[in-house]
């Protein structure tokens, strides 16, 4: 996640220094907690936050719990994890529902939070939850609020109430009882109350917040920020506290900076839980907001439970079977590949996804560099190709391959290139499939996937093993090898087949990096 891009660097760097000490002396410690104040007022972090953070993190690094640990330098980046969480908001809060629908959600924020733009996207969430939503549009004074709202509404495929023009013109109080009214008439179990903002604090904004709020009654009010306003969120915080007490917090453009300090500030300076963060510009950059999941991003530990649901959502399950199969089988084709990455672009931002994964902060350089259009260029290539050419590419001569690079608008080099790309991931999704550790060319075996069998394994498996020198034979001794894999229970590419040798979810995650990798 981009918000957290300078911060999180400087504490990896910061922990880097510590790996190679047996035991933390009280300077080191000192030159540790130092850093990480550093790291976290650049980030624009709240005086106060920073204060109460680190002076947690000293007492705890100096204490038993890191003089008696077998890894002390792997204890103190636990301690500021788990404070990390801590100040973020410990457990994530769900939405509180009304005991009679609907259930109502008002939003508040400043002019420029994104407001608006927010209210299709949780519109679009609660859809997919299986829920009603009715967007009522109570801005009406910015230009084209309500015209805006529409938009969002029909892109979102929600039902919306907007019975004035805006402009200035209407009474945003009157609207909003008369909506909360209309989705009571017509059955919606959720109305999202779009209100008006300002360019910053005034008592003619609050008053109206506080109207609208004492008229409908919400369950929630989720006060709406911008992520990148730094340390003036926590006087906005305070003040929409003060006018309407809001209930929860919702971050916005929490990709489009480096710094993130609202994120770590506004929850222990107001005490309020952040419900959702709005992650991009899409209505579908729109996640909940779990504080363990965001204290591991910003220590590039990784998000994999965030990326192993978004692929859930997205991944068919008998059809993830029946390509596991096909992988373990040699079965796999271009036909598969191409459905594999499609589905991996339905799953949302392959970069973002990318950037779940642990460590991958240590190629920001390379993510950044990612072109996701990368794939587009793809389906044309191996849709160019005929059936046939896609159930076998070993048929692919010099002649059809100029042929699909021009009907594809591509090169010779560039079809010549995606062949090769494919032979490899067929070859690491089928390592994975049989329980294997897949290596990337050049980059030897993927990290955090050992577990199947090491280097000392694989030696002494090989032991002995010569192979003849006469070809018959060594083609009998290839098959001999080969019947054994094949015979294991197989397991599907993305983490979703059954059998001892299904892989884990971490292997899900990795192989939806090599897909990202082999399409570059």
């Known amino acids: 996640m981009a918000t957290f891009g300078n911060l999180s660097s400087r504490l990896t760097d910061t922990f880097k220094n510590l790996r190679s000490k047996g035991k933390l002396s009280a300077s080191d410690v000192d030159s540790t907690v130092r850093e990480i104040r550093r790291a976290l007022l650049e980030a624009d972090v709240s005086l106060d936050v920073v204060k109460s953070f680190t002076a947690k993190v000293r007492d705890r690094a100096l204490g038993d719990e890191v003089n008696q640990a077998l890894n002390p330098a792997q204890q103190v980046v636990q301690i500021v994890n788990e404070e990390l969480i801590e100040i973020l908001g410990g457990e994530s ?154 209930t929860g917090v919702v971050l916005t453009k929490l990709d489009g900076d480096q710094r993130g300090g609202a994120a770590l500030s506004i929850r222990g300076t107001t005490g309020k839980p952040i419900l959702f963060a709005s992650t991009g510009e899409g ?79 240590k190629m920001k350089d390379q993510l950044e560099s990612f072109d996701e259009r990368e794939i587009v260029r793809t389906e044309a290539i191996i849709q160019s190709m005929t059936r046939a050419e896609r159930q076998n590419p070993k048929i692919l001569n010099g002649s059809r391959r100029l042929r699909i690079a021009k009907g594809s608008g591509m090169t010779v080099t560039d079809v010549n290139a995606l062949v090769q790309r494919f032979e490899q991931a067929a070859k690491m999704m089928k390592t994975v499939a049989r329980g294997g550790v897949p290596q990337i060319p050049g980059m030897g075996p993927m990290p955090g996937m050992g577990g199947h069998g090491g280097k000392k394994k694989q030696q002494a498996k090989g032991k002995g093993k010569k192979q003849s020198g006469n070809p018959a034979k060594r083609a009998q001794q290839q098959a001999g090898l080969a019947a054994a894999p094949a015979a294991a229970p197989a397991g599907s590419g993305f983490g979703l087949g059954a059998g001892k040798a299904a892989p884990s979810d971490e292997e899900m995650a990795q192989l939806q990096q090599m897909l990202g990798k082999g399409l570059r």
């Open 283 to 361: 209505l579908d950059d729109f996640e909940p907001f779990h504080p363990d999941r965001m204290a591991s991003r910003i220590l590039d530990l990784g998000d994999i439970l965030t990326l192993i649901e978004q692929a859930q959502q997205t991944f068919d399950e008998e059809e993830a079977r029946k390509v596991a199969e096909k992988i373990a089988t040699d079965a796999f084709t271009l036909d598969d590949f191409l459905g594999q990455m499609q589905q991996l672009r339905k799953a949302g931002s392959i970069k973002k996804m990318m950037g779940m994964l642990p460590g991958m902060g």
């Open 93 to 246: 809060r769900r939405l509180q529902f009304a005991k009679n629908p609907p259930t109502i959600i008002m939003l508040a924020g400043l002019q420029g939070a994104g407001k608006t733009t927010l209210a299709g996207k949780l519109a679009k969430w609660l859809k997919g939850q299986g829920h009603t939503p009715l967007l009522v549009a109570c801005d009406l004074q910015r230009p084209n609020a309500v015209t805006q709202l529409g938009v969002v509404a029909e892109q979102a495929g929600v039902a919306i109430y907007a019975p004035e023009p805006g402009n200035g013109v209407g009474d945003p109080v009157r609207v909003a009882r008369n909506g909360v009214a209309e989705a009571r008439a017509k059955h919606h179990d959720f109305v999202i109350v779009d209100t008006a903002g300002r360019l910053g604090v005034d008592a003619e904004l609050m008053q109206q917040a506080a109207d609208i709020r004492a008229a409908v009654d919400p369950d929630e009010v989720l006060f709406v920020i911008d992520a990148m306003i730094g340390q003036d969120a926590v006087a906005t915080a305070q003040a929409f506290q003060e006018g309407v007490d809001f």
